[in-house]
């Protein structure tokens, strides 16, 4: 490993892949170094294997989704949005289809097929990828930059960092970037487990985990005055509370719970029906056949879970519903309408999806995604403080921001 190529990456994902690609398409010479015995794992295991690239959310509405720091990736994204990153797979015969109107997937709804296609490419353009090839350290000497890996040592006039985050450490991902970006002084957000199931203090989810409610309604204060609500699906855990709506709102509560400890969260889990509905639907079961409250709330929740609200109500799962007014039943009403939940903790970055936090963006020029410290230097993928929800925008933002920075100036 004595030569001196003219670019090395440190990392074979998603964005560290297109990065090599992008650049020996420039005639570059590219080694790539890949600590794990094969390039791309997680890109394997995305979307339950199936790999959601992209989505068709125009550009200025799949930055917002990313929060404020969105628009940093606006250049990456004129290079390779979600049309032209679906040409790009077109020509290395990777097809792709849209079946519900916004996730785009592989035609063979394989991510191999995409892993596949990618690697065929990088053997193409002569990439030399290096397996098994751990980086310990990256440093700027003699003019160029040095790699120290247990193989030895490497050396290239420029260098990617497209090391990824702390997901699925089994899967290579240990957070090494931070390091090796730290030490050119860049600085390092804190992170974050994102797109994670959340547990939570009480015990009853575990008493219903095996039904999914939907247009679930959930909200809670993230700060003073925001409060936050989202809907969709909700699933109970044995430990807590998942779902896609949940892991969507989990990045926001993450960084809340280091700061508060504990979350409250307010669940509407009949679909967002409000005091004044249930008052209808109670009146109509008094002025009906009656029956009793659990079989009743059994009409609109799973069993368990219509026990479980009658419980935190304070009431007796078999009281007649002819027999139930007044006070006990406003307060039915109360946990129907706002079922609350205390957040303890996440389920850890073993079963995130993303990393919310990590290097900042202040100190990355986002029109070459090179870093404004040290030049020769790029940063890209989830190693950067940037992370969307699930939906194929962590992916699409990888490709491109691989493709941008192999693109070099
Ligand atoms: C289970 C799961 C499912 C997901 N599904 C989707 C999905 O369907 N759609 C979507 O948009 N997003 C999905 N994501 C998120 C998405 O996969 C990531 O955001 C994306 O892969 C990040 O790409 P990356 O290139 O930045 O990092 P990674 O793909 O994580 O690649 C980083 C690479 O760097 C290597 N590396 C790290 N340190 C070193 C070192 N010191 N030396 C050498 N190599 C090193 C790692 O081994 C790894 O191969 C999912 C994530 C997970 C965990």
């Not at 199931?197 to 939907?214: D, F, N, Q, S």
């Not at 959930?218 to 005055?225: D, I, K, L, T």
């Not at 027999?323 to 389920?347: H, N, Q, S």
């Not at 990393?355 to 890209?380: A, I």
Request: charged residues 25%; aromatic residues 6%.
């Amino acid at each position: 490993m004595n030569k001196r190529y003219d670019l090395a990456i440190i990392g074979g994902g998603a964005s560290g892949l297109v990065a090599a690609i992008a650049a020996a398409r420039r005639r570059r010479s590219v080694v790539l170094c890949e600590k794990m015995s094969a390039p791309g794992l997680k890109l394997l295991a995305s979307g339950g294997q199936r790999c959601n690239l992209t989505n068709t959310l125009s550009t200025e509405a799949f930055m917002e989704r990313f929060g404020p720091e969105g628009r940093f990736m606006g250049p990456a994204l004129a290079e390779l949005g979600s049309e032209k990153l679906r040409s790009f797979f077109h020509e290395l015969g990777i097809e792709t289809d849209i079946r519900d109107g916004f996730r785009v997937w592989p035609a063979t709804r394989r991510s191999e097929t995409v892993l596949a296609g990618l690697l065929a490419e990088v053997k193409r353009l002569g990439v030399r990828v290096e397996v098994r090839c751990e980086v310990r350290s990256a440093l700027f000497t003699d003019g160029c930059f040095q790699l120290t890996c247990e193989a030895g040592a490497i050396a290239a006039t420029e260098l990617i960092l497209a090391t990824g985050g702390l997901t699925h450490p089994r899967l290579g991902t240990t957070g090494d970037g931070y390091r090796f970006a730290r030490a050119f002084g860049h600085r390092v957000k804190p992170c974050y487990p994102g797109g994670v199931p959340l547990l939570t203090r009480e015990r009853w989810p575990g008493r219903c985990t095996a039904h999914t409610i939907g247009k679930a309604v959930v909200r809670f204060a993230a700060g003073r005055p925001k409060k936050l609500a989202r809907t969709g699906d909700v699933i109970f855990t044995e430990r807590g509370i998942a779902g896609p709506v949940i892991l969507d709102l989990s990045r926001e509560i993450s960084p809340l719970l280091k700061k508060r400890g504990t979350v409250l969260l307010q669940l509407n889990l009949g679909r967002g029906r409000n005091r004044e509905d249930w008052q209808a639907i109670f009146k109509g079961w008094r002025q009906g056949s009656g029956g009793i409250l659990a079989e009743r709330l059994a009409e609109h929740f799973p069993p368990p879970l219509a026990e479980v609200l009658c419980e935190l109500a304070g009431l007796e799962a078999r009281t007649a519903v002819h027999a139930l007014g007044g006070e006990p039943r406003d307060r039915l009403i109360g946990i129907l309408v706002e079922t609350p939940l205390t957040v303890v903790d996440t389920a850890g970055y073993d079963q995130a999806f993303i990393t919310r936090g990590g290097v900042s963006l202040k100190e990355v020029d986002p029109s070459t995604l090179e870093s404004r410290l040290r030049p020769g230097l790029y940063l890209c993928g989830e190693l950067l403080d940037l992370d969307g929800p699930c939906g194929g925008f962590n992916l699409q933002w990888a490709f491109a921001s691989g493709y941008l920075a192999g693109l070099g100036k």
